[in-house]
């Protein structure tokens, strides 16, 4: 007897276009993580503090500040991130799970497109923000609800830190 397949949605594919791959780490205490990751060879790390970064997050206004130290390992870069105030996502995970990998970000080049084109296929954002200065105007990122058909959140973003670009 011949199964029927299952209806499933279109498959969403990761740009083409994308730039670069971010592991994003969620920590108690960055610099002490990044002099670790230094110590095994990875680095020079980039320190950056975001203060008050506003952003809509499970739908609502949130503002947080966040503290990141971030290098790359060939094409791929190593975010480690640090919440100082507020109540971002990443400090969800940091109380529900504890440090470690919170999310795995692709840099893309079009990223309202992007963001569209995710929301289409039903995916749901968790956060979003535009980046404060140095960052151009239209830099921005957007945690995805990927976790439950992942195991980890994914994160559009543009453009990547300045002199890690």
């Known amino acids: 007897m011949a199964r029927k397949r299952s209806s499933h949605r279109k498959a969403i594919s990761i740009p083409k276009i994308a730039r670069k791959v971010q592991i994003g780490f969620v920590v108690k205490d960055a610099k002490k993580v990044a002099e670790n990751f230094t110590r095994l060879g990875i680095g020079p790390f980039i320190r950056e503090e975001y203060p008050g970064i506003k952003a809509t997050a499970h739908g609502k206004p949130s503002k947080y500040k966040l503290l990141a130290y971030t290098a790359n390992i060939g094409p791929l870069e190593i975010e480690i991130n640090q919440v100082l105030e507020g109540s971002p996502i990443h400090r969800e995970f940091l109380d529900k799970r504890g440090e470690g990998v919170h999310h795995i970000g692709i840099y893309v080049r079009n990223f309202d497109q992007e963001v569209d084109r995710w929301k289409k296929h039903g995916m749901r954002v968790l956060q979003q923000s535009r980046l404060p200065p ?32």
């Open 134 to 165: 140095p960052y151009p105007p239209e830099g921005g990122y957007a945690f995805f609800d990927t976790e439950k058909l992942t195991s980890v959140v994914l994160e559009l973003a543009n453009p990547p830190p300045p002199d890690l670009g």
